[in-house]
C-alpha cells in the first residue's frame, strides 16, 4: 500500500517556474514506478510524466518535453515535477501516481488506469 501526497501547486504567470512534490508512504517506495498526470476541467486525466523505479528511464508527453522535469529521491520517498516555460495550457490539477507493474510494462504508462495508487491533487494556475 502506498499513500501520496502532493504539494508545490499555485498560481504563476506565462514563463514561470513551479516545482511539485509528491511525498509517499509506505517502505517499498523505491520499487514503485511513478507519474504525474493532470487534468483541466471537463477534460480527461492525461499524461505528463513517468519514471521507473530506478529513475533511469523517463517518459515524458510531447507537450510538455523540454519544459518539465522528472526525478525521485528514493532516500526521501519523493517525486519531483519540475515545470519551466509554463502556459496558460499548462492549467490543471496535477496529480501523482504510484504502481508495481508499470516497472516492466512502461508502454502501459500513458494509461490513467494502469496506475493502481493516486495523491488527492495539487491545482497549478498560469496566468497569461
Known amino acids: 500500500q502506498v499513500q501520496l501526497v502532493e504539494s508545490g501547486g499555485g498560481l504563476v504567470q506565462a514563463g514561470g517556474s513551479l516545482r511539485l512534490s509528491c511525498a509517499a508512504s509506505g517502505r517499498t517506495f523505491s520499487s514503485y514506478a511513478m507519474g504525474w498526470f493532470r487534468q483541466a476541467p471537463g477534460k480527461e486525466r492525461e499524461f505528463v510524466a513517468a519514471?521507473?523505479?530506478?529513475?533511469?528511464?523517463?517518459y515524458y508527453a510531447d507537450s510538455v518535453k523540454g519544459r518539465f522535469t522528472l526525478s525521485r529521491d528514493n532516500a526521501k520517498n519523493t517525486v519531483y515535477l519540475e515545470m519551466n516555460s509554463l502556459k496558460p495550457e499548462d492549467t490543471a490539477v496535477y496529480y501523482c501516481?504510484?504502481?508495481?507493474?508499470?516497472?516492466?510494462?512502461?508502454?502501459?504508462?500513458?494509461?490513467?488506469?494502469?496506475?493502481?495508487?493516486w495523491g488527492q491533487g495539487t491545482q497549478v494556475t498560469v496566468s497569461s
Open positions: 501516481a504510484a504502481d508495481w507493474d508499470l516497472n516492466i510494462l512502461p508502454g502501459k504508462m500513458k494509461g490513467a488506469t494502469s496506475w493502481d495508487y
Open positions: 519514471t521507473k523505479w530506478s529513475g533511469g528511464n523517463t
